[in-house]
């Protein structure tokens, strides 16, 4: 299995910003996949997270009401919609896929229940 983010970038205060996963070696339908956010000095923080099958979606405190994770199917794809960007928001962004047993409709929380991850991508806002 393989992850590839994409769609960081640079954004003022209050912009948005679309994050991708491409997925390969399986189907995102099938797994739950979620999305982390490590900022300098801090530990990865869980953001979001979407289900398999049912696409059923959480999201941290932190960031609800903001963002919206959401799912390709024909792109393999999962991404992370980020409105109203705040101060508060830069980091590396990761997606993640957990290792066994995946248990369908259940999205961990916990990112050592995640076994491949992809390389990030840095977002970074101004204010």
């Known amino acids: 299995a393989q992850l590839v983010e994409s769609g960081g970038g640079l954004v003022q205060a209050g912009g948005s910003l679309r994050l991708a996963c491409v997925a390969s070696g399986f189907t995102v339908e099938k797994y739950p996949i979620g999305w982390f956010r490590q900022a300098p000095g801090k530990e990865r923080e869980g953001l979001s997270c979407?289900?398999?099958?049912?696409?059923?979606?959480d999201y941290a405190d932190s960031v609800k009401g903001r963002f919206t994770v959401s799912r390709g199917n024909a792109q393999n794809t999962v991404y992370l919609q980020m409105d109203s960007l705040e101060p508060e928001d830069p980091g590396v962004y990761f997606c993640?896929?957990?290792?066994?047993?995946?248990?369908?409709?259940?999205?961990?929380?916990?990112?050592?229940?995640?076994?491949?991850w992809g390389q990030g991508t840095q977002v970074t806002v101004s204010s």
């Open positions: 979407i289900s398999s099958f049912d696409g059923a979606t």
């Open positions: 993640a896929l957990p290792g066994p047993p995946i248990r369908i409709g259940v999205c961990p929380k916990m990112a050592s229940a995640y076994q491949y």
